[in-house]
């Protein structure tokens, strides 16, 4: 049997993601019409012989609860939530819960972040990793040289693809080959976890027997119950035949700013062409609006057939596009209505936001800058004929005039 587990992390750490997480939690947020946690999941049903998957996190459980007792009837498999009372790093999370995961006696667990966006080729891994031996296989892929080191950079053997070294997120170049958040290992990698944790105790008890200042700055860089799995578990293991590394071709982004969620929305709607085009609307004549590329619309969202959508637009839960609007580029959430003739261009519209007719919620669509897309925070109202240009809109604010590259606290 083969188990997965998501790890979604917590509130803390979704800070970069606001005004949007002040709404929902990050793992939550939809792209591409379903939550962000929802695609790896979905990925998950290719795995032969799958038993659960567990999403481990520090979320409160009722903010999973929902979702997760749904998406198990959906797919057919148990998909169950694993609260930690706190952070514990990504193996720390892990190890926590090793008694649950071990339940089912997997032979093979995979691993995957939930902040990333991917074709998520697990059953291609867990191929690839019977063929290598070894504790686990990591996905990894080449990216530009410039933005590397923004991820744990690695090098592997060219012919035998063990993993040689590894660095996260060095301050210089190593290699333009980058760790993708997605793996998969044996059950032994409980051991390795276990055995960092034994080191650090042994450490620390070294340190109180010679000075009580030590320990204190050790445990204030080093909390002893905090395993990260890149730098705790993956350097040290490179280069002894026990991590392996399997390449993608296909796509492959981080989420970690709202700007990279309009992104990620367009390559999972683009994945949707060929796994499940059925998600996909479609213009069919005079009675429903023009449809311009992939697009998803919700089917309680009422879009006006005189409104031309997309590309790459998104419409969740009873929206309301008005007569003649336009939407480019942009994710439109729950209850939001879109009043006539209103543009909207590589934009974020928050629940239950209004856009007044003729006006105009805009930005360059620079995915990576701050202001390279326009958020509007929860029940924002833009009024008529007023023009928002590369600005974030916090939630619960009224605009009647014009604004630009500004931040509306
Ligand atoms: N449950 C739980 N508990 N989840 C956690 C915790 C924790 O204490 N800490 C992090 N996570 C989750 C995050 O939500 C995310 O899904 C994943 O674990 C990794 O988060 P980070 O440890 O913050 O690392 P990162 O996202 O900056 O970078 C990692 O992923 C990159 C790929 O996206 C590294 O592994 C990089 O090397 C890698 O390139």
């Given at each position: 049997?083969?188990?997965?587990?998501?790890?979604?992390?917590?509130?803390?750490?979704?800070?970069?993601?606001?005004?949007?997480?002040?709404?929902v939690?990050?793992?939550?947020?939809?792209?591409?019409?379903?939550?962000?946690?929802?695609?790896?999941?979905?990925?998950?049903?290719?795995?032969?012989?799958?038993a659960?998957?567990?999403?481990?996190?520090?979320?409160?459980?009722?903010?999973?609860?929902?979702?997760?007792?749904?998406?198990?009837?959906?797919?057919?498999?148990p998909?169950?939530?694993?609260?930690?009372?706190?952070?514990?790093?990504?193996?720390?999370?892990?190890?926590?819960?090793?008694?649950?995961?071990?339940?089912?006696?997997?032979s093979?667990?995979?691993?995957?972040?939930?902040?990333?966006?991917?074709?998520?080729?697990?059953?291609?891994?867990?191929?690839?990793h019977?063929?290598?031996?070894g504790?686990?296989?990591?996905?990894?892929?080449?990216?530009?040289?410039?933005?590397?080191?923004?991820?744990?950079?690695?090098?592997?053997?060219?012919?035998?693809?063990?993993?040689?070294?590894?660095?996260?997120?060095?301050?210089?170049?190593?290699?333009?080959?980058?760790?993708?958040?997605?793996?998969?290992?044996?059950?032994?990698i409980?051991?390795?976890?276990?055995?960092?944790?034994?080191?650090?105790?042994?450490?620390?008890?070294?340190?109180?027997?010679?000075?009580?200042?030590?320990?204190?700055?050790?445990?204030?860089?080093?909390?002893?119950?905090?395993?990260?799995?890149?730098?705790d578990?993956?350097?040290?293991?490179?280069?002894?035949?026990?991590?392996?590394?399997?390449?993608t071709?296909?796509?492959?982004?981080?989420?970690?700013?709202?700007?990279?969620?309009?992104?990620?929305?367009?390559?999972?709607?683009?994945q949707?062409?060929?796994?499940?085009?059925?998600?996909?609307?479609?213009?069919?004549g005079?009675?429903?609006?023009?449809?311009?590329?992939?697009?998803?619309?919700?089917?309680?969202?009422?879009?006006?057939?005189?409104?031309?959508?997309?590309p790459n637009?998104?419409?969740?839960?009873?929206?309301?596009?008005?007569?003649?609007a336009?939407?480019?580029?942009?994710?439109?959430?729950?209850?939001?209505?879109?009043?006539?003739?209103?543009?909207?261009?590589?934009?974020?519209?928050?629940?239950?936001?209004s856009?007044?007719?003729?006006?105009?919620v805009?930005a360059a669509?620079?995915?990576?800058?701050?202001?390279?897309?326009?958020?509007?925070?929860?029940?924002?109202?833009?009024?008529?004929e007023?023009?928002?240009?590369?600005s974030?809109?916090?939630?619960?604010?009224?605009?009647?005039?014009?604004?630009?590259?500004?931040?509306?606290?």
């Amino acid at each position: 049997k083969v188990v997965a587990v998501i790890m979604v992390g917590g509130p803390t750490k979704g800070t970069r993601f606001r005004p949007l997480s002040l709404n929902v939690a990050k793992p939550l947020f939809p792209l591409a019409g379903k939550p962000m946690v929802h695609h790896p999941i979905s990925a998950c049903k290719r795995i032969p012989n799958l038993a659960q998957i567990y999403l481990i996190g520090f979320y409160e459980e009722r903010e999973f609860a929902l979702y997760v007792s749904s998406i198990s009837n959906e797919l057919k498999v148990p998909v169950r939530y694993l609260r930690e009372d706190k952070p514990h790093g990504s193996a720390g999370g892990l190890y926590n819960f090793r008694d649950i995961i071990m339940e089912d006696s997997p032979s093979h667990i995979f691993l995957l972040n939930c902040d990333v966006c991917c074709s998520f080729p697990l059953p291609e891994m867990l191929e690839a990793h019977r063929r290598y031996g070894g504790m686990g296989t990591i996905l990894v892929i080449k990216v530009s040289a410039e933005s590397a080191s923004q991820f744990g950079e690695l090098v592997a053997d060219p012919d035998t693809k063990e993993l040689l070294h590894y660095t996260e997120k060095p301050e210089t170049f190593v290699s333009d080959l980058i760790n993708c958040g997605v793996y998969v290992f044996t059950p032994d990698i409980f051991t390795a976890i276990r055995g960092v944790y034994s080191q650090w105790k042994d450490r620390a008890n070294l340190r109180r027997l010679s000075s009580f200042e030590a320990l204190q700055s050790a445990t204030r860089i080093l909390p002893t119950d905090f395993v990260r799995l890149d730098q705790d578990i993956l350097s040290p293991l490179a280069g002894k035949k026990q991590l392996y590394t399997y390449e993608t071709m296909d796509f492959w982004e981080q989420i970690k700013t709202p700007g990279m969620s309009v992104k990620c929305s367009a390559l999972y709607l683009a994945q949707f062409r060929h796994t499940s085009p059925h998600l996909l609307a479609i213009g069919d004549g005079s009675k429903s609006a023009t449809i311009v590329g992939d697009v998803y619309i919700h089917p309680s969202a009422k879009v006006h057939p005189t409104a031309k959508i997309g590309p790459n637009v998104s419409i969740s839960a009873n929206a309301r596009i008005g007569p003649g609007a336009r939407l480019i580029s942009c994710i439109i959430l729950d209850d939001v209505q879109v009043m006539e003739n209103a543009v909207v261009i590589h934009s974020i519209v928050g629940w239950k936001s209004s856009i007044g007719r003729w006006a105009r919620v805009q930005a360059a669509g620079d995915f990576n800058a701050k202001l390279g897309i326009t958020i509007l925070g929860e029940a924002v109202s833009v009024e008529d004929e007023v023009v928002v240009l590369n600005s974030i809109v916090l939630p619960n604010k009224t605009l009647n005039v014009s604004v630009q590259e500004e931040i509306i606290l």
